[in-house]
T-cell receptor
Framework: GAVVSQHPSWVICKSGTSVKIECRSL??????MFWYRQFPKQSLMLMAT?????????EQGVEKDKFLINHASLTLSTLTVTSAHPEDSSFYIC????????????FGEGSWLTVV | AQKVTQAQTEISVVEKEDVTLDCVYE???????LFWYKQPPSGELVFLIR??????QNEISGRYSWNFQKSTSSFNFTITASQVVDSAVYFC???????????FGAGTQVVVTP
């Protein structure tokens, strides 16, 4: 079974609204999680590094006020797309590694966002 | 800066043919990790292999094999006797930390027809 779970798997929202995606580690604690975005027929691009108990680190070109990341516990990181627009429609996927690293990296199942 | 190049956008083969996917990477770090993932149409990433920079030994797992050559900064992946179920996008990825911060290649779409 999945050790990193994302919810929801699919979401459709209206333009201008906000949508929250959860990334949860089920069997381990993760001080660091990563969020990636993948547009259709493109590669996965790192958006941000989610750090438990502190602010997220965003990659260049990613708007931190638009993509709010909260990592309030050792097992949950959330990505909120605020004031979503059709161009935000994408596949969002998170990854996590057990506390202490160790190179075992788990990806969530991903979340398909469609903004209409 | 890290970079992963997958020059092949799409490869089409007939079932039972072998297919090799190329991956060339760039990094200045001496310690790094290379990965291959399979992404079916449903989207999830299926882990195939991880290699660290100190382990150049080639690996075979069933119909899959990997050729890691530091001299050419390549980590190529071969599917032997391809099957229709192998149809997917395959990503090569590079990480220079142990937490999973990846640099992905562009991906190669493999289409296997009966």
């Amino acid at each position: 079974g999945a050790v990193v779970s994302q919810h929801p798997s699919w979401v459709i929202c209206k333009s201008g609204t906000s949508v929250k995606i959860e990334c949860r580690s089920l069997d381990f604690q993760a001080t660091t999680m990563f969020w990636y975005r993948q547009f259709p027929k493109q590669s996965l691009m790192l958006m941000a590094t989610s750090n438990e108990g502190s602010k997220a680190t965003y990659e260049q070109g990613v708007e931190k006020d638009k993509f709010l990341i909260n990592h309030a516990s050792l097992t949950l990181s959330t990505l909120t797309v605020t004031s979503a627009h059709p161009e935000d429609s994408s596949f969002y996927i998170c990854s996590a590694s057990p506390r202490g690293g160790g190179n075992t990296i788990y990806f969530g199942e991903g979340s398909w966002l469609t903004v209409v | 800066a890290q970079k992963v190049t997958q020059a092949q956008t799409e490869i089409s083969v007939v079932e039972k043919e072998d297919v090799t996917l190329d991956c060339v990477y760039e990094t200045r770090d001496t310690t790094y990790y290379l990965f291959w993932y399979k992404q079916p149409p449903s989207g999830e990433l299926v882990f195939l292999i991880r290699r660290n920079s100190f382990d150049e030994q080639n690996e075979i797992s069933g119909r899959y094999s990997w050729n890691f050559q530091k001299s050419t900064s390549s980590f190529n992946f071969t599917i032997t006797a391809s099957q229709v179920v192998d149809s997917a996008v395959y990503f090569c990825a590079l990480s220079t930390d142990s937490w999973g911060k990846f640099q992905f290649g562009a991906g190669t779409q493999v289409v296997v027809t009966p």
